[in-house]
Each structure stands twice: as C-alpha cells, then as structure tokens.
Antibody, heavy 121, light 108 residues
C-alpha cells in the first residue's frame, strides 16, 4: 500500500523554526518528484514547494521563498521541509504529496494525512 | 503566479448531475486536475490530466476542458460525494502549482 506519513508539526512562536518530515512506503520513492501542500484552518489548499528526484529542480511558492527549504533523502525514503522565520500566516496543516506524470502533465496522486503547524505566541 | 477561480458552493439532489467549473488563463496551456476533500481528511485525486480517473474512483466522475475553463461533472451524485472539490494546474511560469478556490458540494 502506498503511504505517506508526515511528522514534526507542533506549536512554535513567531520567528521560530520547525522541520517537517514525510516518510514514504509502499512504492519506489527515488524516481518521484515530491511536494508540500498546506491548508490553513478553514481555508483552501496552497502549494508550498516541490523537489524532483535528484534534488536538482526545487521550486517554492512566493509566500515561503527564502524562509522554507525542501530536501529529500532517497536512501531513507524521506522528504523534509525546514521552516524558518515562521509567521502566524504559516499556520496550517502541511501535506506531503507525490507527483504523478502523464502525457507531459503533472498531478498529485498520493497524499499523506497531514501534520498541523501552529505559529502563535 | 496564476489564479484558478471556482464557485464557492453548489448543491445537487441525490442521483442528479452537478458540474463544477474552474476558470483560469493558465488552463489554456495546462490541463486541470481535480481533488475531493471530505471533512477532516486529506485530499484525494479524482480526475487528472483532463479526464483520467485513478483506480478506485467511480465512473460517475468525469472531467472536461474548453478554453480557459475546466469542469468536473458528477453524474448521479451520491451522498458520499458531499465534499470540497479543488482544481489545480501548473501556473503561468510552469514552475509552480496553483489550486482553485474550492467548491463545496452539498448533496440534498
């Protein structure tokens, strides 16, 4: 069974840091581009960042650029998101999502259950 | 980045058909994907690359596209289809992704 399990969420003060992890299982992790997507309480989905299989192509949403860093460890089937200089508006459930590819187009075909990050003093 | 606009909410009688739309300039270049999110759960992919259904998704879900508008149609809506639905695609830069504003579907 394909599974993505996020961890590392919690309560952090504004300006603080947090590192999220996503453990993948049930599929060969290394060839897939992976993403982080977040959802603020009561709000819609917001794409955060993506990293390709070799970590050679990394992209960020404008809202997190310069503060968040995505990385991966293919040997251990893991995805990470280092979040620095956190703001109240970063409060959200953070999902890890696998990226599928068909006919030149991309989509998110598998999602974790999410981990909640709360930024508050 | 680009925006994808959806109607905030629609309702449909049990067994009837409902169409959810998603509008955005980048849809002229990229196909939309559709995700279903039930209350308190993670999103689930229901339609990808215009009109492909992942394994396990009922065939009452279908997708289409014309110009700057993508549509998700539920033919014969069931009670379990009540959820929030989001479209998504690449943005105009091709490097980022964008999600639609979401549509809450209520099955009456």
């Amino acid at each position: 069974e394909v599974q993505l399990v996020e961890s590392g969420g919690g309560l952090v003060k504004p300006g603080g840091s947090l590192r999220l992890s996503c453990a993948a299982s049930g599929f060969t992790f290394s060839p897939y581009t992976m993403n982080w997507v977040r959802q603020a309480p009561g709000k819609g989905l917001e794409w955060v960042s993506s990293i390709n299989s070799r970590s050679s192509y990394i992209y960020y949403a404008d809202s997190v650029k310069g503060r968040f860093t995505i990385s991966r460890d293919n040997a251990n089937n893991s995805l990470f998101l280092q979040m620095n200089s956190l703001r109240a508006e970063d409060t959200a459930v953070y999902y890890c999502a696998r990226e599928g590819f068909k006919d030149g187009y991309n989509y998110f075909d598998c999602w974790g259950q999410g981990t909640l990050v709360t930024v508050s003093s | 980045s680009s925006e994808l606009t959806q109607d905030p909410a629609v309702s449909v009688a049990l067994g009837q058909t409902v169409r959810i739309t998603c509008q955005g300039d980048n849809l002229r270049r990229y196909y939309a994907n559709w995700y279903q999110q039930k209350s308190g759960q993670a999103p689930v992919l229901v339609i990808y690359v215009k009109n492909n259904r992942p394994s396990g998704i009922p065939d009452r879900f279908s997708g289409s596209s014309s110009g700057n508008t993508a549509s998700l149609t539920i033919t014969g809506a069931q009670a379990e289809d009540e959820a929030d639905y989001y479209c998504n695609s690449r943005d105009s830069s091709g490097e980022q992704y964008v999600f639609g504003t979401g549509t809450k579907v209520t099955v009456l």
